[in-house]
């Protein structure tokens, strides 16, 4: 604790032990009509006791009665000059007491954004700190031919990723929460389609890896039947539309004809006629000739 420091928490002890000044601790009808002047008549409740806040100034504290302010106070501020009798109002505000209803706390925009909330024409910056980046280094300022300084068990961001074109790049912290939020979603392995599925997007070939350290375990999926089309997949998602899931069986060639030429088999080919000549057969009626 720094001397400023000191010397205001003394000086705030000796203020909260001081004795309220007798003349202005008297004027609570002052104080209470003050408080009526800006809350409205019937608005302000009983007295709830007077605090010393330096010599010849008090504070009043009056009780609210709006329903909306509950356990909020009215406070007063008196004050008189040195040798005078005259007690005058400094301010009027309302404040809330040990058991008010408050509103929550502020939260900044930055941790109350949620995915989905970006619309169109909207920006969000990123802050330079965030660290789910890291500088992508062009090499222009390294030298490539000597070995980075880099903790032990760490690979240097600079084998990495370069990032040419790309003043940041994914951090190791980036990646990684990619990867859990990915690997949770409805595209990873605990999806119900991919349950039920035949096979793994590892195996499919409409699966397109991805590149670097997110490949070793993603991949984008470009099937145009696949509920998944055009997002990125877990290696074991898996759908339906898996490029093996079902192979259409080819329809058979005819075989080719068996001929026997060792055996012949007799067969009759008219069994209802009976074999003779063309003259025997009966003559036609003549119609319409006598």
């Given at each position: 604790?720094?001397?400023?420091?000191?010397?205001?928490?003394?000086?705030?002890?000796?203020?909260?032990?001081?004795?309220?000044?007798?003349?202005?601790?008297?004027?609570v009808d002052l104080a209470l009509a003050a408080a009526e002047d800006v809350a409205g008549i019937g608005k302000v409740?009983?007295?709830l006791g007077v605090e010393a806040e330096g010599d010849r100034l008090v504070t009043h504290y009056f009780e609210c009665l709006e329903p909306a302010y509950r356990g909020w106070r009215w406070a007063v501020t008196l004050a008189r000059a040195p040798r005078a009798k005259l007690v005058t109002v400094c301010e009027t505000c309302l404040l809330p007491g040990p058991d008010a209803l408050l509103a929550p706390a502020w939260v900044p925009w930055s941790e109350r954004l949620r995915p989905g909330d970006l619309g169109v024409g909207d920006l969000l910056p990123t802050s330079a700190d965030d660290e789910r980046l890291a500088p992508g280094y062009t090499g222009a300022d390294e030298d490539l031919t000597?070995?980075?300084?880099?903790?032990?068990?760490?690979?240097?961001?600079?084998?990495?990723?370069?990032?040419?074109?790309r003043a940041r790049v994914l951090s190791h912290e980036g990646r990684t929460r990619a990867a859990e939020r990915w690997y949770r979603g409805e595209h990873g392995p605990e999806a119900p389609i991919a349950q039920a599925a035949p096979a793994r997007c590892a195996t499919c070939g409409f699966l397109a890896p991805l590149a670097g350290a997110l490949g070793r375990a993603f991949g984008v999926c470009a099937n145009e039947y696949s509920p998944s089309d055009g997002s990125v997949v877990s290696l074991d998602h898996g759908c339906g539309a898996h490029s093996e899931a079902a192979v259409v069986p080819s329809t058979p060639e005819p075989l080719p004809p068996i001929v026997d030429e060792f055996q012949y088999e007799v067969v009759q080919l008219h069994p209802e006629h009976t074999s003779g000549s063309v003259s025997d057969a009966e003559p036609a009626e003549d119609l319409g000739h006598s």
């Open positions: 604790m720094g001397a400023d420091e000191g010397q205001s928490a003394v000086v705030s002890a000796a203020t909260r032990s001081r004795t309220p000044d007798a003349t202005c601790a008297a004027a409740g009983r007295h000597e070995p980075a300084e880099k903790a032990e068990g760490e690979l240097p961001l600079i084998r990495y990723e370069l990032g040419l074109g």
